[in-house]
């Protein structure tokens, strides 16, 4: 049972270069989204997506793009990485519906961007 | 709007001693609630979860009841453990399935 794969788990990028956040889900769940961690902060959602070629932005999604081209895939792409954007990342998944229920994570991408 | 309030921490435990991390929200309409857990190095699993008013989701001898009155969800656990230390997030889903989470509470159980 693979679940939610993020792929890498651990990335150092310059501040400009633009980089391809991976997150694979094999459980058929429409919904998938992108969080950030940052320490006394919580998660704080970048953007998710309902279903394939439908996406919608978060609580923080400047910098970062998305794309659902297939139910199973939902990348994150920073285009010019910048400093604040040094985090760790997960990747969730889940089914949608009222009584469902849980969310699915990954088990993190840790970005530094120097 | 949607938000989540929890006690910060660390909180710092004997083993077998008492929890309770305090955990409120702020919602429209009816949400879910749900408490996860992190373990060092790992992502979020989900700890338990509570769907309407009056239930109680309980897990690995950890309980929290869901209480619209007081819009709270707090996490108790009558006798905590060494492997219990982890971070503790308290979150909610709304009727259009987007999650708030609260800031997380570092637990710390010393032997």
């Known amino acids: 049972n693979a679940g939610v794969t993020q792929t890498p788990k651990f990335q150092v990028l310059k501040t400009g270069q633009s980089m391809t956040l991976q997150c694979a889900q094999d459980?058929?769940?429409?919904?998938m989204s992108w969080y950030r961690q940052d320490p006394g902060m919580g998660l704080r959602l970048i953007h998710y997506?309902?279903?394939?070629?439908?996406?919608d932005q978060g609580e923080v999604p400047n910098g970062y793009n998305v794309s659902r081209s297939t139910t199973e895939d939902f990348p994150l792409r920073l285009l010019s990485a910048a400093p604040s954007q040094t985090s760790v990342y997960f990747c969730?998944?889940?089914?949608?519906?009222?009584?469902?229920?849980?969310?699915?994570f990954g088990e993190g991408s840790r970005l530094t961007v120097l | 709007g949607n938000s989540v309030t929890q006690m910060e921490g660390p909180v710092t435990l004997s083993e077998e001693a008492f929890l309770t991390i305090n955990c409120t929200y702020t919602?429209?309409?009816?949400?879910?609630l749900f408490w996860y857990v992190q373990y060092p190095g790992e992502g979020l699993q989900l700890l338990l979860k509570?769907?309407?008013?009056?239930d109680k989701g309980s897990n690995k001898g950890f309980e929290a009841t869901y209480r619209k009155e007081t819009t709270s969800f707090h996490l108790e656990k009558g006798s905590v453990q060494v492997s219990d230390s982890a971070v503790y997030f308290c979150?909610?889903?709304?009727?259009?399935?987007?999650?708030?989470f609260g800031s997380g509470t570092k637990l710390n159980v010393k032997p």
């Open positions: 509570a769907t309407k008013a009056d």
């Open positions: 919602a429209t309409g009816y949400p879910s």
């Open positions: 459980m058929n769940h429409e919904y």
């Open positions: 969730a998944s889940s089914r949608r519906g009222v009584d469902t229920g849980e969310l699915f």
């Open positions: 997506s309902v279903g394939a070629g439908i996406t």
């Open positions: 979150a909610l889903k709304n009727n259009f399935n987007k999650f708030y």
